[in-house]
């Protein structure tokens, strides 16, 4: 038996806005990473606020960019 939630509704044209606009706003973070004109903590706090603002659809499955994270004393 098929016990998972099968509801769906679609995106509304804001939620599809706003993931238009956190993707922009990541890759313009991953390119002033990329040319190093953001260290990676400052790129891993600037993505978190990203994802807060923009609230993009899928941001549970989103890859998780702790990698670029400093470690904790």
Same mark, same amino acid.
């Given at each position: /038996?098929? @016990?998972?939630? @099968? !509801? *769906?509704?679609? $995106? @509304?044209?804001?939620? /599809?806005? %706003? !993931?238009?606009?956190?993707?922009?706003?990541?890759?313009? $973070?991953?390119? /002033?990473?990329? &040319?190093?004109?953001?260290? #990676? $903590?400052? *790129? +891993?706090?600037? @993505?978190?606020? %990203?994802?807060? $603002? *923009?609230?993009?659809?899928? &941001?549970?499955?989103? #890859? %998780?960019?702790?990698?670029?994270? +400093?470690?904790?004393?």
């Amino acid at each position: /038996m098929n @016990t998972q939630n @099968t !509801d *769906f509704s679609p $995106a @509304t044209a804001d939620e /599809m806005l %706003n !993931d238009i606009r956190y993707s922009k706003a990541q890759q313009i $973070a991953e390119l /002033m990473l990329s &040319r190093g004109l953001l260290p #990676p $903590a400052e *790129f +891993q706090a600037l @993505t978190d606020i %990203n994802r807060e $603002a *923009f609230n993009p659809l899928y &941001r549970e499955i989103l #890859p %998780n960019t702790g990698c670029y994270k +400093q470690p904790s004393e």
